[in-house]
């Protein structure tokens, strides 16, 4: 009987302790602020994603690489934005509960700080794959060298560039590794090509022979832009006379547009009698 009296004073107590106005109305505050951080937080998110979503809203005249780019921005943004949110979020509401927030602050420092050391290499990786993004240095389909790498590239991401040589190699290249950026796809490639013709030869005549070539040349083959100009004698050689060609032509087509006036000069100087200077061995009998 006695313990049966002494369960029902501690209940009575408990009971009068819950149902107490003071208590109440804290856990109803609390509880209120909780509603009202959760509320508020969902808002801003919604907000903020709005806002993300008109910045980098979609237009018809941006190609595909601005698209992806834009794309891959909305996603860091959303990312990191609800990432903050859940953090300040939480810290509050633990805020809310009594729970002491300083030392867990304090402690996600100390934690971040330890991570930021071990992760700062994948941290530089995400970092310059972002501006690299943002500020267009390449685009997927451009001929680049980075990072002693030369090839078109095939992929650009937060953390690894990928880019393809002309062996057919995919290298995976670490966005942080990525110093300097070579960019040979430019708007025009200039083409230089020097035509040897033997001493002998009337330089005069070779060079209004490579004049009318070089007119020929520019109606048939739009990818050169500019030229090809005919700029004279570039050198003396030992054993020939180097006359010089420039032309600009379209990126990716100046090596096709090279090798073709390469032929078109020897094909052009045989047909004329012009004579191209070459290593070859007379053997004279003495008998």
């Known amino acids: 009987m006695g313990d049966f009296t002494d369960f029902e004073g501690v209940f009575n107590s408990f009971i009068k302790r819950i149902l107490d106005p003071d208590l109440l109305m804290k856990i109803g505050v609390g509880l209120l602020q909780l509603a009202g951080i959760l509320i508020v937080g969902k808002l801003l998110l919604k907000l903020g994603n709005y806002l993300i979503d008109r910045l980098f809203e979609e237009k018809t005249k941006y190609d595909q690489y601005v698209k992806r780019r834009n794309?891959?921005?909305q996603i860091v943004l959303k990312s990191a934005l609800r990432y903050i949110l859940y953090f300040l979020g939480g810290t509050m509401g633990l805020d809310v509960l009594g729970v002491p927030t300083t030392s867990i602050i304090a402690g996600a420092g100390v934690v971040g700080l330890a991570v930021g050391f071990g992760a700062q290499n994948l941290v530089r990786d995400v970092i310059t794959g972002f501006f690299i993004l943002f500020e267009r240095q390449f685009s997927i389909g451009d001929y680049v060298k980075v990072a002693g790498i030369e090839g078109i590239v095939q992929e650009?991401?937060?953390?690894?560039?990928?880019?393809?040589n002309f062996d057919g190699d995919l290298h995976i290249i670490p966005n942080g590794k990525i110093e300097q950026v070579t960019n040979l796809s430019s708007e025009?490639?200039?083409?230089v090509i020097d035509a040897p013709i033997d001493?002998?030869?009337n330089i005069k005549e070779a060079i209004d022979i490579l004049k009318e070539l070089a007119n020929e040349l520019k109606e048939e083959f739009p990818q050169i832009k500019e030229g090809p100009t005919v700029q004279g004698v570039q050198e003396l050689a030992g054993s020939s006379v180097n006359i010089r060609l420039v032309a600009m032509a379209e990126p990716m087509e100046s090596w096709?547009?090279?090798?073709?006036?390469?032929q078109r000069v020897k094909e052009r100087f045989d047909e004329k009698g012009i004579e191209i200077p070459y290593n070859h061995m007379v053997i004279v009998n003495k008998q």
């Open 188 to 191: 025009t490639r200039r083409i």
């Open 156 to 164: 650009i991401g937060l953390r690894v560039t990928k880019v393809r």
């Open 71 to 73: 794309k891959t921005l």
């Open 199 to 201: 001493y002998d030869q």
């Open 256 to 262: 096709q547009i090279a090798r073709i006036i390469r």
